[in-house]
């Protein structure tokens, strides 16, 4: 087999930025082949099919959120600033929030799997010690906030809502100091 001139990493590296600039379904073997120059044989030859490389570009999108929520993190104000973060997310990596949270995600059968698969353990440590609530206490608070922020940010990448980054942080600000406080009695 001659030597490849692409190798795994770029093909995703540009299926990653297709995807952020005209989503997913932009991204087939031979649009992403043009774009980088290519036949389709690169690419054929590090996927099996498009599933596949779909599969390792959300992969991708998942360190690319992470990234994101996680270099907004404030930790005086831990959880909240999650949610800021992850409905920024929505609001300017569309197509990436798309890819990650509008499809099947399987495995995931109960709140306590989606605060497995989102949830941060250590906040969730951390947030019950500074609040005096149980870590039990704080998982709910962070199941309820992961719901409600998703609700938010699902209208703001469908487009159902254009609403300013001041108004979405104070009101999801409300929600979690509700979620706190019915935790509290």
């Known amino acids: 087999m001659p030597k ?3 190798n795994r990493e770029e093909i995703l590296r540009e299926a990653l930025e297709m995807t952020r600039c005209d989503g997913f379904e932009s991204v087939n073997a031979r649009s ?17 099919n498009m599933d596949a490389l779909k599969e390792a570009v959300s992969g991708e999108a998942m360190k690319f959120y992470n990234e994101f929520i996680y270099s907004r993190v404030d930790e005086d104000n831990l959880l909240e600033s ?11 990596e569309t197509n990436l929030f798309k890819l990650l949270f509008f499809r099947e995600l399987k495995g995931l059968n109960g709140f306590d799997d989606i605060y497995d698969w989102m949830g941060d353990k250590s906040a969730t440590a951390r947030l019950a010690e500074r609040l005096g609530l149980s870590e039990n206490s704080v998982k709910d608070v962070y199941i309820m906030l992961i719901v409600f922020t998703h609700g938010v940010a699902a209208m703001i990448a ?12 104070g009101f999801l600000e409300k929600g979690y100091n509700a979620f706190v406080k019915a935790q509290k009695t």
């Open 82 to 92: 999650m949610a800021k973060a992850n409905v920024a997310f929505a609001k300017y």
């Open 4 to 6: 490849q001139t692409v």
């Open 32 to 48: 992403l082949a043009k774009r980088m120059g290519y036949s389709v044989q690169p690419i054929y030859s590090y996927f099996d």
């Open 158 to 169: 469908t487009g159902g809502a254009s609403i300013s980054d001041e108004e979405i942080g």
